[in-house]
């Protein structure tokens, strides 16, 4: 017979997340994902100027702060017929990239590596023996006896002291830790380095954005002019201080965070065979060279795979009614047509219908409705979206830079393809990726300086900015890939004002609850099959669900457990 095991919250996650697990002799039969938490930005957003969604949305989130801006413009854009300039989109693209390589470097040292360093550990490390493997992994400066031998000092410290702080309530001593302490002391170092050095790339987003985090965006454009000579503009000496921060940026993903991934991953070989979950993929594609309506330039490619058909990739279209639908069977909604319908975000709907258990309750009402997630399916289909689904769209598209990244740290781990549908590869993919856009925004970068020494400071196209040139009605889509996956928004502008706002993002994806036939999204879907050494601390979960870094804030949004309205709060 199986047991139930709930883990609510997830930790190391942004927002509520609530998973139930059944175990059955030692292994997960079955599993059910819940957001615990609501808001309503499409409610928030009705009546407002288009012009000014981007500031909301972006506010869905504090981690993915940019890519819902960078999604809303594009949506107002595309309903509008509104082009942006090259050099705005280079902007875009450079803030797309500083915001994908704080995130998963963040991701990997401070929500995801603990899953697999034991921190504890580390204090039987030799600090010799640390530095001299961590010299033969990179050539990072910050590797000698001394440096590793003061870290494990201060780490005793704490321990001793019985507060463990940041690294307190872990589960230390686990079974399932196979590090040599060495390999957890260099672990444990590079967290704290990594802590620092985050604060930097996103400065980024303070030269082109005003700030961070929810930097400016403009429809039309980029919020920010170039003008080598001005002080209070994009200058010489802030496109240079741009430049320095993605070299340091590049140095720090291939001398640290690569060379750590790959180090770990070798100890934990047997998970290219856990988690894979899912065999579809969906990646809406980003990162435009020759304008965003040119698919054929996007470093990251757009479509689909189907049944890990990496011979075939199918076209995607947002626009198109029979592809993207949201499903409300098992989420606490209700549609105006019934909960057996599913919608288009178009012609979406996001009526609150909270009908689950009251609080306090041991376990959800699986079998009824037990999220505040609704279900996209694409074609009637549970698709994974995330770095695994951009790199493997990426792959089967013949993107030899790809191909080449993903050939050589296969050959390094010496794992077949197969490994790359596992709780390993949704890891490992997020590293090489990373790799790629700290490459790709060097040329990014190359390429506006370019453009500015050519005399092109063009940074908006405003053409169409008086709401009185707009049709009576416009719709728009706008896609992106978020760091977790494939964001879109959609938008219906009705007398110069949002008529409707729907937004699908990449946790809705993953994490949403089955759909009308059963099927499960990919959380539930990847943990099936996953071995549970003790139920009193599931490890094994946590580094599946990590996997996928989990964002449920800007998938659900606040109200309390009935739906009433809870606080006003009035900021200036």
């Known amino acids: 017979m199986a047991s139930r095991i709930v883990i609510d919250p997830i930790t190391r996650i942004e927002g509520h997340l609530r998973i139930e697990i059944e175990v059955k002799d030692g292994r997960v039969v079955d599993a059910y994902s819940s957001g615990t938490m609501v808001r309503g930005f499409e409610l928030i957003l009705k009546g407002r100027d288009p012009r000014d969604a981007w500031a909301f949305t972006e506010r869905a989130c504090g ?17 509008l017929g ?25 991701h990997f040292y401070h929500l995801h590596a603990l899953d697999w360093v034991d921190v504890v550990s580390a204090l039987k490390a030799d600090p010799k023996q640390t530095s001299a493997l961590a010299q033969s992994l990179s050539s990072w400066p910050k590797s000698s006896p001394g440096y590793f031998s003061d870290l494990q000092r201060r ?4 321990v001793d002291s019985g507060q463990l702080g940041i690294f307190a309530h872990g589960y230390w001593g686990h079974s399932a830790y196979k590090l040599p302490p060495e390999v957890n002391l260099i672990g444990v170092a590079h967290y704290l380095e990594a802590l620092e050095w985050q604060k930097n790339i996103v400065r980024v987003h303070t030269i082109f954005g005003g700030k961070n985090p929810h930097p400016n965006y403009l429809v039309g454009g980029a919020p920010c002019a170039i003008n080598l000579d001005d002080a209070n503009a994009i200058n010489a000496e802030r496109l240079a201080f741009v430049g320095r921060l993605f070299e340091e940026a590049q140095a720090f993903v291939e001398q640290v965070y ?7 991953a070798g100890f934990y070989k047997d998970w290219g065979a856990i988690g894979g979950g899912l065999s579809n993929y969906l990646a ?30 199918v076209e995607v279209d947002g626009k198109d009614p029979d592809q993207v639908r949201e499903f409300i069977s098992h989420s606490w909604y209700a549609y105006s047509d019934g909960d057996d319908a599913s919608k288009h975000p178009w012609d979406g709907e996001t009526r609150l219908n909270y009908t689950g258990p009251r609080p306090p309750y041991e376990q959800l009402e699986v079998d009824q409705k037990y999220s505040w997630l609704k279900t996209p399916r694409w074609k009637g289909h549970p698709m994974e979206v995330g770095p695994l689904a951009r790199l493997l769209v990426a792959y089967a598209s013949g993107s030899a830079e790809v191909k080449e990244e993903v050939g050589g ?23 090489l990726e990373t790799r790629l856009i700290a490459r790709w925004s060097t040329e990014f970068y190359q390429q506006l300086l370019d453009n500015i020494k050519n005399g092109d400071a063009r940074m908006a196209d405003q053409t169409k900015w008086d709401p009185s040139t707009w049709p009576a009605e416009a719709r728009g889509v706008g896609l992106s890939e978020a760091p977790r996956g494939a964001l879109a928004h959609w938008i219906v502008i009705r007398d110069g004002a949002i008529d409707n706002y729907q937004l699908v993002v990449p946790s809705t994806w993953n994490a949403s609850p089955r759909d009308a036939q059963g099927q499960r999204s990919a959380y539930e879907a990847a943990l099936i099959g996953t071995p549970i050494a003790d139920p009193e601390q599931p490890l094994e979960v946590l580094r599946t669900i990590h996997s996928f870094d989990p964002c449920i804030a800007c998938a659900v949004h606040l109200h ?13």
């Open 82 to 106: 509104i082009a942006v300039p090259p050099n705005a989109e280079l902007v875009r693209n450079l803030m797309f990239c500083a915001q994908y390589l704080q995130d998963h470097v963040v």
């Open 560 to 572: 309390d457990e009935r739906g009433r309205y809870v606080h006003h709060l009035d900021a200036f």
């Open 409 to 431: 740290a296969l050959k390094a781990l010496d794992v077949p393809v197969a490994a790359l549908f596992s709780t390993l590869g949704r890891t490992a993919a997020r590293g």
């Open 284 to 313: 809406y594609g980003d990162l435009p060279t020759r304008g965003y309506g040119d698919l054929a330039g996007f470093k990251f490619p757009r479509g689909a795979i189907l049944d890990r058909n990496l011979d075939q990739v």
């Open 155 to 158: 780490l005793a410290a704490f």
């Open 63 to 79: 981690v993915c702060t940019t890519v819902h801006a960078l999604a809303s413009v594009r949506t107002v854009e595309d309903a």
């Open 258 to 264: 690569l060379p750590d991934l790959l180090a770990v």
